[in-house]
C-alpha cells in the first residue's frame, strides 16, 4: 500500500499565486502531499476563489475581530487547521506575523516562502532592496518557521540573476517564476519524509545530481 498523503494547509492573505501551484503539484497522484485546506486571514483574498474553483475546501479567519489579542486569532486559526486534520502548514503569502505560542505548536511542521535568498534580505521590499544592494543573483527561499523572522532553517533556495535594466516588478516576476517551481519541490521533499534537521541546519538524505554553477552576468 502506498504511504497516505501529507494533509496540507496553506494561508494565504492575497493573490495565492504560490498556493496556485502547490493545488497544481498536488494534482499529480504521486504528489506526496494534498492541500486540505486553503485558510485566508482576509474575507477578500482572491487566492480563495481559486481554490474553491480547484475544489479545495476554503476557510476564513478574519484576524480583524481579534483586534490587538494576536494569540486570540491565532487560536481559532490552530483550530480551524485541526478541524481539518492539517499534518503541514505552508505560509504562501500569509502576511500575518505569528506569536511564539503559534510558531511553537507547529514547529517543524510549518514552512513559508520568502521572495529573496535568506539570509539576505528578510522581511518586506526584498526585490527593491536586491537591486539598490548592486546584487547579481536574487531568488526566494523556502524555510521552516520560527520565532525569528524568515530565519528558520532553509529547505531549498532557487536563483534569478538581476539584470540592469530591471526595476522592481521585473524582478519580482521573475523571482516569482522561481517561486512556483520551488515551492511544490520544497513541500514534496519534507512530505515525503526526506529531510531532517540538525544543528539547525536541513539535511537532505537523498542528494540528486549536482548542477552546474549559475553564474551571472556571462
Ligand atoms: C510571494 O512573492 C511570497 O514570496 C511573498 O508574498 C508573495 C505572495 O504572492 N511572501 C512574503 O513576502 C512573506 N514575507 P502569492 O499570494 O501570489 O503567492
Excluded at 143 to 159: E, F, K, L, R
Excluded at 180 to 203: C, F, K, M, N, W
Aim: overall charge negative; glycine content about 8%; some cysteine.
Amino acid at each position: 500500500m502506498s504511504t497516505p498523503r501529507k494533509r496540507v494547509g496553506v494561508l494565504i492573505s492575497g493573490r495565492g499565486s504560490n498556493m496556485a501551484a502547490l493545488i497544481k503539484a498536488a494534482k499529480d497522484d504521486d504528489y506526496p502531499a494534498e492541500i486540505a485546506l486553503v485558510l485566508s486571514n482576509r474575507p477578500d483574498a482572491a487566492g480563495l476563489d481559486h481554490a474553491g474553483e480547484a475544489g479545495i475546501a476554503t476557510a476564513v479567519v478574519d484576524h480583524k475581530p481579534f483586534g490587538k489579542d494576536r494569540e486570540a486569532f491565532e487560536r481559532a486559526l490552530d483550530a480551524t487547521l485541526r478541524a481539518h486534520d492539517i499534518e503541514i502548514v505552508c505560509l504562501a503569502g500569509f502576511m500575518r506575523l505569528l506569536t511564539p505560542w503559534f510558531v511553537e505548536t507547529w514547529a517543524g511542521r510549518m514552512i513559508n516562502i520568502h521572495p529573496a535568498l535568506l539570509p539576505s534580505f528578510k522581511g518586506l521590499d526584498t526585490h527593491a532592496r536586491a537591486i539598490e544592494s548592486g546584487v547579481k543573483l536574487h531568488g526566494a527561499t523556502v524555510h521552516y518557521v520560527t520565532s525569528d523572522m524568515d530565519a528558520g532553517p532553509i529547505i531549498m533556495q532557487g536563483a534569478v540573476p538581476v539584470l540592469s535594466t530591471d526595476d522592481e516588478n521585473a524582478l519580482a516576476a521573475r523571482v516569482l517564476g522561481v517561486e512556483h517551481q520551488l515551492y511544490p519541490q520544497a513541500l514534496a521533499l519534507i512530505a515525503s519524509g526526506r529531510t531532517r534537521i540538525e544543528d539547525g541546519r536541513v539535511v537532505v538524505s537523498e542528494t540528486t545530481e549536482t548542477p552546474a554553477a549559475l553564474i551571472w552576468p556571462v
